[in-house]
C-alpha cells in the first residue's frame, strides 16, 4: 500500500472564469492539508523515480514556445481539462516500461481518465486551442541520458501521448497528462497509477480537490 504523502499541490485549470483548484494529499492521520504549496508527491522511490506534480499554465505556455507551436490566434486559450505532470528517472540497471495514460482518478459516481487524442481533436476545435496539439504537448521526452542533456531539441526521444515509455537506465523525463475536467463539487477522489506498464496491481493516492475563484 502507499505511504501517503504530507505534501500539498496546487492544480491551476485554465479556464474563462479563473478558477484555481488546490490539490490536497490526504496524510496518514487521515486529514487533508489546506495550504497549497508547489511541491513534487514522489509515488516511486529511486532507483525507480516517478514524481507527480502540477504544470502550471506559464509551464505550459512554455512548453508550447519550446516545441514552435506557432499561434493560431492573439487569443489562445488552454482546454478546460485538468492536467497532471509526471517526471521520471531511471537508476537501475534494467530498462523500466511505464504507461502513465493508464492513470486515472475515482470519485464515488464517476472515473476521471485521460482524455484520447481523438476525444481532445473532436471537443477543442476553436483555433483558439490550437497552440497546444495534442501529440505534442501530452508526449513523453526523456530529456536526460547519463545526466547529460541534449545539444539541440530538449529531448532525446520522445512517444506519443497513450505509448508506453521505455526509460532506459540512466535516463530521466517528464509526462504531462490531460484529464477529464473534475468539476468543484467534486471534492474527495482517488488517484489510481501504475509503476509497471504492464503491471495489473493498481497503487492509489486519496486526494481532495478545493476550488477557489482567483
Not at 545526466?147 to 520522445?158: L, Y
Request: hydrophobic share 35%; net charge neutral.
Amino acid at each position: 500500500m502507499h505511504r501517503l504523502c504530507l505534501i500539498p499541490l496546487v492544480l491551476c485549470f485554465c479556464v474563462e472564469n479563473r478558477l484555481t483548484t488546490y490539490l490536497l494529499v490526504q496524510t496518514e492521520n487521515k486529514s487533508f492539508r489546506a495550504k497549497a504549496g508547489k511541491e513534487q508527491i514522489e509515488l516511486s522511490a529511486p532507483p525507480l523515480s516517478l514524481k507527480l506534480r502540477i504544470p502550471t499554465t506559464e509551464e505550459l505556455e512554455e512548453l508550447s514556445e519550446e516545441l514552435k507551436q506557432a499561434p493560431a490566434s492573439k487569443h489562445y486559450r488552454l482546454p478546460p481539462l485538468t492536467f497532471l505532470r509526471f517526471d521520471f528517472e531511471n537508476r537501475s540497471a534494467q530498462p523500466w516500461r511505464l504507461g502513465l495514460s493508464s492513470t486515472y482518478f475515482r470519485s464515488q459516481n464517476q472515473v476521471y481518465g485521460v482524455i484520447t487524442e481523438a476525444e481532445y481533436n473532436r471537443l477543442f476545435t476553436s483555433v483558439a486551442y490550437a497552440n497546444f496539439r495534442y501529440e505534442a504537448t501530452f508526449a513523453a521526452y526523456i530529456t536526460r541520458s547519463d545526466g547529460e542533456r541534449p545539444p539541440e531539441n530538449f529531448w532525446f526521444r520522445k512517444y506519443a501521448p497513450h505509448e508506453t515509455i521505455e526509460v532506459k537506465p540512466g535516463e530521466a523525463g517528464f509526462q504531462i497528462l490531460p484529464f477529464a475536467f473534475i468539476p468543484s463539487g467534486v471534492e474527495e477522489l482517488v488517484l489510481y497509477y501504475r509503476l509497471e506498464s504492464n503491471s495489473s496491481k493498481e497503487k492509489t493516492l486519496n486526494v481532495r480537490l478545493v476550488t477557489e475563484r482567483s
